[in-house]
């Protein structure tokens, strides 16, 4: 089955690591994204990518950093930088033709403590 | 930056018609309206989507006014399972998705 893929689907790391979030798709998509989630919040846009080899930064990607290798993975890194890291993050993905519908991995709850 | 406004939250009776509204009042020509929908702790779950018409899956049905800087979301008889975040989103086709920015939802309660 095709699909996006998120894992782990919880992480624990001290304070001061850095952390690498996966996501993986085989759904042949070209564009990328993460999200964070903050409880009782909505989806903010941290970094994206629309083709291999290229990124851009959302609205929150300070403390961040992505890679996009290969077209069918985009990890994101946490890094010590960013000032609160405990959140839920998301991965989603676009492609096919026209008026596709993005598709969201199930999400990983990092804990920084 | 946002491109929709929703209400914060909204309550249903369970087995009467949930009426979800979206204001997108600077949507583009070529910008589609979608909606998702997020249970707690899980990824958005795609609804549905349109341009200019009307529209109805299996899941819901979304009306479009003729202007498109609002639009609707029905869910015709909504169960406790449709108790979730419901998200509004515009976006061009692919080809130049560029950011794809979700605001903060509206949090549709279903009563029994």
């Known amino acids: 089955d095709g699909g996006i893929t998120q894992s782990p689907k919880y992480l624990f790391r001290k304070e001061g690591q850095n952390v690498t979030l996966s996501c993986e798709q085989n759904?042949?998509?070209?564009?990328m994204y993460w999200y964070r989630q903050d409880p009782g919040q909505g989806l903010r846009l941290i970094y994206y990518?629309?083709?291999?080899?290229?990124?851009q930064k959302g609205d929150i990607a300070e403390g961040y950093s992505v890679s996009r290798e290969k077209k069918e993975s985009f990890p994101l890194t946490v890094t010590s930088a960013q000032k609160n890291p405990t959140a839920f993050y998301l991965c989603?993905?676009?492609?096919?033709?026209?008026?596709?519908?993005?598709?969201f991995g199930q999400g990983t709850r990092l804990t920084v403590v | 930056d946002a491109k929709t406004t929703q209400p914060t939250s909204m309550d249903c009776a369970e087995g009467r018609a949930a009426n979800l509204p979206c204001n997108h009042s600077?949507?583009?020509?070529?910008?589609?309206v979608y909606w998702y929908r997020q249970i707690h702790s899980q990824g958005p779950q795609y609804i549905i989507h349109?341009?200019?018409n009307n529209e109805t899956n299996e899941m819901a049905s979304l009306i479009i006014t003729e202007d498109r800087k609002s639009s609707t979301l029905i869910l015709p008889h909504a169960t406790l399972r449709d108790t979730a975040v419901y998200y509004c989103?515009?976006?061009?086709?692919?080809?130049?998705?560029?950011?794809?920015?979700f605001g903060q939802g509206t949090t549709l309660q279903v009563k029994p």
């Open positions: 600077t949507i583009s020509g070529n910008e589609y």
């Open positions: 990518s629309q083709i291999v080899n290229d990124f």
């Open positions: 759904l042949n998509h070209d564009a």
């Open positions: 349109g341009l200019k």
């Open positions: 989603a993905s676009i492609g096919g033709q026209g008026d596709t519908e993005a598709f």
């Open positions: 989103i515009v976006r061009p086709p692919l080809g130049n998705t560029g950011k794809l920015i």
